[in-house]
């Protein structure tokens, strides 16, 4: 009984360890596709596509391995609530590696740099949502409960940004409608980074339903 009860530890740890390299590889990814979009960067737009296929490998591999688990040790309590939290941690994760490789494909896309210029509060959600996806991290690996909730009213910030982003881009289109469609690539940068930081708060939901036993309400 203690050795099957060690070897499930065991496992248990290997999911959390795998979990936090995938962590760490989605936290690079969204600082590396702004820093593409910012230094019209093409080689670092690159690395983000390929590290989005190293996110979807482990995705699979860590889901591979709570499935197992699950049917093999049939986990209880507060052990189910650790699987659970790493299944809904990796949909989450993996969709900011898809939000973040659809930044650095948009980047690649600007012919021109009027849209450095441009980029306002783009450029502000940028660094608010890195911050939130750094600090879901850090929650997840601390088991920080505290700063898991405070990620919720970061978000607020990033809403309100993505609402004043909304409206420098109509006025860009308006000061010079030849730019409409490197504008609507900014749109959707934009977008990308708002639901990103969505994503973020859906971690530190999860975090404290592994932490708590709360079950998350209020998912976006």
């Known amino acids: 009984m203690i050795c099957m009860r060690t070897k499930y530890e065991e496992d248990l740890k290997k999911i959390s360890d795998k979990l936090v390299v995938m962590c ?3 936290e690079a990814a969204v600082e590396k596709c702004v820093r593409a979009l910012e230094e019209r960067d093409l080689e670092l737009a690159q690395e983000v596509l390929e590290e989005d296929d190293r996110i979807d ?3 699979r591999k860590i889901a591979k391995s709570c499935y197992r688990l ?3 040790q049939q986990p ?4 189910f609530r650790k699987v659970v939290t790493a299944l809904k941690m990796i949909t989450d994760l993996e969709r900011i ?3 973040a490789r659809d930044i650095a494909e948009i980047s690649m896309k600007f012919e021109s740099e009027w849209y450095v210029k441009k980029m306002g509060s783009i450029s502000q959600m940028a660094i608010v949502v890195i911050q939130m996806v750094r600090d879901s991290v850090q929650a997840y690996i601390n088991r920080d409960v505290e700063l898991a909730r405070s990620l919720d009213s970061v978000d607020d910030k990033v809403d309100e940004l993505f609402d004043t982003a909304k409206l420098e881009i109509i006025s860009a289109i308006k000061e010079n409608p030849s730019n409409t469609e490197q504008a609507m690539m900014l749109m959707m940068i934009a977008k990308y980074l708002e639901r990103i930081g969505d994503h973020a708060v859906n ?3 999860w975090v404290e339903y592994a932490k708590t ?3 998350p309400n209020n998912l976006k």
């Open 70 to 72: 699950m049917v093999m």
């Open 24 to 26: 760490r590889c989605i």
């Open 57 to 59: 490998r482990l995705e």
């Open 213 to 215: 036993g709360k079950t």
């Open 97 to 99: 590696g898809d939000q």
């Open 76 to 79: 209880v309590a507060s052990d």
């Open 203 to 205: 971690v530190g939901e």
